[in-house]
T-cell receptor, first 110, second 111 residues
Framework: GENVEQHPSTLSVQEGDSAVIKCTYS??????FPWYKQELGKGPQLIID?????GEKKDQRIAVTLNKTAKHFSLHITETQPEDSAVYFC?????????FGKGTTLSVSS | DAGITQSPRHKVTETGTPVTLRCHQT?????MYWYRQDPGHGLRLIHY???????DKGEVSDGYSVSRSKTEDFLLTLESATSSQTSVYFC??????????FGPGTRLTVL
């Protein structure tokens, strides 16, 4: 079945720097790749997603890139702010199920 | 949380007792999901529903059952709770099997 690996597990940046989180997936049939942000004590919040027919998608300070050949996709956050501090999860859709990575804890210090 | 509520939000129970968690949505979405979240494992799918009375198993379904008698409600039942089922449980809803929106979660402790 599908397997999603996410790196790094923790990431610390200074306010204003960029942050990049990378995920790889194993099932070449996967065609939908969302990213979620989870704050302490809350449910995961969808922040951006990309489908397999698109290479890049941007939404203000957040962008996602997809390389289908290499089977990896990345989340890019520019001009980080303290409120970006959270756990971020990538996922890949295999059949009817979303398979999640194990998460990246992002800390943005001011 | 996209019109999703979960109840209870916290529960402590004893091994061997039955437990039912409820997910309620106001979005009229067709698809509903139950996940559990554990340290080191991320989010794992327990069961999902693709319509009223239509459900299927996910990756970690053993020890769990579900029911969906109305579009807006999806129930998760632990027939006889075990300590390994101590976890945070999240419900999610989707209009199209792709974009999933999560509820606030239920923290369950089985002693």
């Amino acid at each position: 079945g599908e397997n999603v690996e996410q790196h790094p597990s923790t990431l610390s940046v200074q306010e204003g720097d960029s942050a990049v989180i990378k995920c790889t997936y194993s099932d070449s049939a996967s065609n939908y790749f969302p990213w979620y942000k989870q704050e302490l004590g809350k449910g995961p919040q969808l922040i951006i997603d990309i489908r397999s027919n698109v290479g890049e998608k941007k939404d203000q300070r957040i962008a996602v890139t997809l390389n289908k050949t290499a089977k990896h996709f990345s989340l890019h956050i520019t001009e980080t702010q303290p409120e970006d501090s959270a756990v971020y999860f990538c996922a890949a859709k295999a059949g009817t199920a979303l398979i999640f990575g194990k998460g990246t804890t992002l800390s943005v210090s001011s | 949380d996209a019109g999703i509520t979960q109840s209870p939000r916290h529960k402590v129970t004893e091994t061997g007792t039955p437990v039912t968690l409820r997910c309620h949505q106001t979005e009229n979405h067709r698809y509903m999901y139950w996940y559990r979240q554990d340290p080191g494992h991320g989010l794992r799918l327990i069961h999902y529903s693709y319509g009223v009375k239509d459900t299927d198993k996910g990756e970690v379904s053993d020890g769990y059952s579900v029911s969906r008698s109305k579009t807006e409600d999806f129930l998760l039942t632990l027939e006889s709770a075990t300590s390994s089922q101590t976890s945070v449980y999240f419900c999610a809803i989707s209009p199209n099997t792709d974009t999933q929106y999560f509820g606030p979660g239920t923290r369950l402790t089985v002693l």
